[in-house]
């Protein structure tokens, strides 16, 4: 199937949707039409920081999997509930965010509490589609929705996630993402502006489905954008790595 995508933010709200305020803002979020060409599952969405609003594919709400993307989290949740950590836990942390470590992602899992830490999450961020995977331990099988993944990018870049003390320190970290974990929306930008956005993407090619699973995660002073695919192996790792970068490259005209 190819899709298509495109939400427009005057359409009538799904019925128990959230408003994201919007009905407290004084004007709309109004963003250029974004498509996507691909076979399989793609949805994406972008926050205004400055008004809260949510605009995004006619699908922003539907379930996918965070894959890599959810260590951001587990760093984040890890520091806020740690008051001094020792120098071996922050190495760890650095090589968990920037090149996507998945010992290390175990290792924090496992110190947060496993399914606790995902629920905190859920609770702390306010995401309204999210959730630990049914058996403990998966944490790249983490449920979210392209709108949560959205209102996770402005949640661990106002404080929430990792408190006031290491917000800063993570989002550094976020910027200085490398190797294969470096793509995503941020591609779309000049490198001067690409190193000013914190990222952090997951990607996997899962056997269970045949599937590649992808979720890009890029966050500015100005707005949140998340990406999520799932499209038959035959495409390739390349293919979901240009689809997220489209949108932003598609959205540019109208970010500020």
Sequence with gaps: MQWAL??????????????????????????????????????????????GQIAGSSNLDAPSDTMSLVKVW???????????????SLNRLIIMIRDSDNKAAYEFYERNGGRAGIERMVQICGLTESKPYRIDGYWSNTEVSARDVARLGVC????????????DWLL???????????????????????????????????????LWHMACLAVTDHWSMSVLLRYPARYGFDHGRDLCASVAEQLKPALP
Excluded: C
Excluded at 74 to 88: I, K, N, V
Excluded at 180 to 208: C, H, M, Q, S, Y
């Design 172 to 210: 550094t970290q976020m910027r200085l993402v490398r190797g294969v974990g470096d793509f995503g929306p941020r591609a779309a930008f000049p490198p001067e502006v690409a190193a000013t956005i914190a990222i952090k993407n997951g990607w996997l090619l899962r056997t269970e489905d045949k």
């Design 74 to 88: 587990l760093a984040a949740d890890f520091l806020r509930r740690t008051d001094y950590p020792d120098e071996r």
């Design 156 to 167: 661990l870049a106002d404080g929430r996630a990792a408190g006031p003390h290491w917000t």
């Design 6 to 51: 495109h939400y427009g933010t005057n359409a009538a709200p799904r019925p128990g949707a959230s408003r994201d305020r919007d009905s407290a803002s004084p004007a709309r979020l109004e963003l250029p039409p974004v498509r996507l060409d691909t076979e399989g599952f793609a949805s994406w969405a972008m926050l205004d920081r400055r008004t």
